[in-house]
């Protein structure tokens, strides 16, 4: 006799919560071990060995440091990635901190690759696989945090990698082109989420990179003998600033760019100053639009003080979409495991994703598990509930996973074939080829 689905399930969710100590120890191993995107090869190794003690097939070093495992049902049908994100972030005062790189899980990427896992740990148990057509694959993925953007830069110019993300580079290695559908679930502290959240929209990003020049000359003996690339940058975020009333709310529009460096000795006038920003916005033509005015604001400081600027805008992440069926089969299991009533459903958010990038070309979820507290990227942001933040979690994605792949993989084909998706790979990366730029002003 065949089981249920509710059997397959309640067998894989059994197998998940007999490795719970496992799996949350997954977590904390990656947390005192961070390391920023695309330099991930401590975690990136361990990972690869705990694929290999399951007896999961993968490949390595994908975009640098990415992992890609496969679980194969042996029968025809779509595939499925579950993922989750290897980097860390850099935040100083950080309780758990790299004390030499200031690097930090100050996002909870820690949890998601014990959370993917833990899909792995369950949908393994015995006679789960038998039950499902298609295939999952397990995607460790380098570089969602988007910073380091001097570091990366030199590796795109090195040719190590094209795009400064994670995932794009997966979409353009196509490591990508035989998956069908995505998920993959992110920690939150918000408490106004529930215990789980998802559906919503995030803003997509571009990035700049900014180097004011002027002249060196003594700065208490000879000032108006040089030219001060500082305040060509100070006037560049004022007039930066003067364009905010020119964004439309609905577009949420978000500018924050920073002084990287601000001078040589503070006895020369700066001839060098180098300045990072991002550039947000709700579509992308609302963040393109913002891009081209935060140009004429660089370009205005430099005219200012009779300096020059040199100006390269990097593709950053597009605005993420997440498919509606998916989400209906996600908030059914997510229900079943906290209660409909600690669940929300998102809005839009202004931060962003490189999992939008995904968005474009296939159905995805990204929903997030309420198991943190503190600020999202400070220093007191730190997973307090591993249960809910990994094991949770890791169930709500492998019940979805069933659910699209049994009884022949009905569901997951009427996704695949119900969803429209916004552009092809080869329109994606045309368009993320057009955001760079490269100019330089001189007055």
Same mark, same amino acid.
């Given at each position: 006799?065949?089981?249920?689905?509710?059997?397959?399930?309640?067998?894989?969710? !059994?197998?998940?919560?007999?490795?719970?100590?496992?799996?949350?120890?997954?977590?904390?191993?990656?947390?005192?071990?961070?390391?920023?995107?695309?330099?991930?090869?401590?975690?990136?190794?361990?990972?690869?060995?705990?694929?290999?003690?399951?007896?999961?097939?993968?490949?390595?070093?994908?975009?640098?440091? @990415?992992?890609? @495992?496969?679980?194969?049902?042996?029968?025809?049908?779509?595939?499925?990635?579950?993922? @989750?994100?290897?980097?860390?972030?850099?935040?100083?005062?950080?309780?758990?901190?790299?004390?030499?790189?200031?690097?930090?899980?100050?996002?909870?990427?820690?949890?998601?690759?014990?959370?993917?896992?833990?899909?792995?740990?369950?949908?393994?148990?015995?006679?789960?696989?038998?039950?499902?057509?298609?295939?999952?694959?397990?995607?460790?993925?380098?570089?969602? &945090?988007?910073?380091?953007?001097?570091?990366?830069?030199?590796?795109?110019?090195?040719?190590?990698?094209?795009?400064?993300?994670?995932?794009?580079?997966?979409?353009?290695?196509?490591?990508?082109?035989?998956?069908?559908?995505?998920?993959?679930?992110?920690?939150?502290?918000?408490?106004? &989420?529930?215990?789980?959240?998802?559906?919503?929209?995030?803003?997509?990003?571009?990035?700049?990179?900014?180097?004011?020049?002027?002249?060196?000359?003594?700065?208490?003996?000879?000032?108006?003998?040089?030219?001060?690339?500082?305040?060509?940058?100070?006037?560049?975020?004022?007039?930066?600033?003067?364009?905010?009333?020119?964004?439309?709310?609905?577009?949420?529009?978000?500018?924050?760019?920073?002084?990287?460096?601000?001078?040589?000795?503070?006895?020369?006038?700066?001839?060098?100053?180098?300045?990072?920003?991002?550039?947000?916005?709700?579509?992308?033509?609302?963040?393109?639009?913002?891009?081209? !005015?935060?140009?004429?604001?660089?370009?205005?400081?430099?005219?200012?003080? @009779?300096?020059?600027?040199?100006?390269?805008?990097?593709?950053?992440?597009?605005?993420?979409?997440?498919?509606?069926?998916?989400?209906?089969?996600?908030? !059914?299991?997510?229900?079943?495991?906290?209660?409909? &009533?600690?669940?929300?459903?998102?809005?839009?958010?202004?931060?962003?994703?490189?999992?939008?990038?995904?968005?474009?070309?296939?159905?995805?979820?990204?929903?997030?598990?309420?198991?943190?507290?503190?600020?999202?990227?400070?220093?007191?942001?730190?997973?307090?509930?591993?249960?809910?933040?990994?094991?949770?979690?890791?169930?709500?994605?492998?019940?979805?996973?069933?659910?699209?792949?049994?009884?022949?993989?009905?569901?997951?084909?009427?996704? !695949?074939? &119900?969803?429209?998706?916004?552009?092809?790979?080869?329109?994606?990366?045309?368009?993320?080829?057009?955001?760079?730029?490269?100019?330089?002003?001189?007055?």
């Amino acid at each position: 006799m065949m089981p249920t689905i509710k059997e397959i399930k309640s067998t894989a969710l !059994k197998a998940i919560d007999s490795s719970s100590s496992e799996l949350i120890g997954v977590a904390q191993h990656i947390l005192n071990n961070p390391e920023p995107g695309f330099r991930e090869e401590k975690t990136s190794r361990y990972v690869a060995g705990k694929l290999r003690e399951m007896g999961i097939s993968y490949q390595d070093g994908i975009a640098i440091t @990415g992992i890609k @495992g496969v679980l194969d049902t042996g029968r025809s049908g779509p595939t499925v990635a579950v993922m @989750g994100e290897l980097d860390s972030l850099k935040v100083l005062g950080h309780p758990h901190a790299d004390p030499e790189t200031a690097a930090a899980h100050a996002c909870g990427h820690h949890c998601q690759v014990a959370m993917m896992l833990g899909v792995a740990t369950g949908l393994k148990a015995v006679g789960v696989l038998d039950h499902l057509s298609g295939r999952i694959v397990l995607i460790a993925v380098p570089a969602e &945090e988007y910073i380091e953007v001097e570091y990366r830069d030199e590796l795109r110019r090195q040719g190590k990698i094209e795009f400064l993300g994670g995932k794009p580079e997966f979409i353009r290695l196509g490591a990508l082109d035989d998956v069908d559908m995505a998920m993959m679930t992110h920690t939150s502290a918000n408490a106004e &989420e529930g215990k789980i959240a998802f559906g919503g929209t995030n803003n997509g990003i571009v990035a700049k990179r900014i180097q004011f020049l002027g002249r060196a000359s003594h700065a208490g003996g000879a000032p108006h003998a040089g030219v001060n690339a500082l305040n060509a940058a100070m006037i560049a975020l004022s007039a930066i600033h003067a364009q905010r009333e020119t964004y439309r709310d609905d577009d949420t529009v978000r500018i924050h760019p920073i002084i990287t460096q601000g001078g040589v000795a503070v006895s020369s006038v700066p001839a060098d100053v180098r300045m990072e920003t991002y550039v947000r916005g709700k579509s992308v033509e609302a963040f393109l639009s913002a891009s081209e !005015k935060v140009d004429r604001a660089l370009r205005a400081g430099a005219m200012a003080v @009779g300096g020059s600027v040199n100006i390269t805008t990097l593709p950053g992440y597009l605005p993420i979409q997440s498919d509606e069926t998916m989400l209906g089969i996600y908030e !059914k299991n997510a229900a079943q495991l906290v209660g409909q &009533e600690n669940l929300v459903r998102l809005n839009h958010r202004t931060g962003s994703t490189d999992m939008g990038d995904v968005s474009q070309l296939m159905p995805v979820i990204h929903p997030y598990v309420v198991a943190a507290e503190g600020i999202g990227h400070g220093s007191d942001y730190v997973v307090t509930d591993y249960e809910l933040g990994v094991i949770t979690g890791a169930k709500a994605m492998a019940m979805t996973v069933i659910d699209l792949l049994s009884d022949d993989a009905r569901v997951a084909q009427q996704v !695949k074939s &119900e969803y429209q998706a916004p552009m092809t790979k080869a329109q994606y990366l045309a368009l993320m080829r057009s955001m760079f730029k490269e100019g330089s002003y001189t007055q």
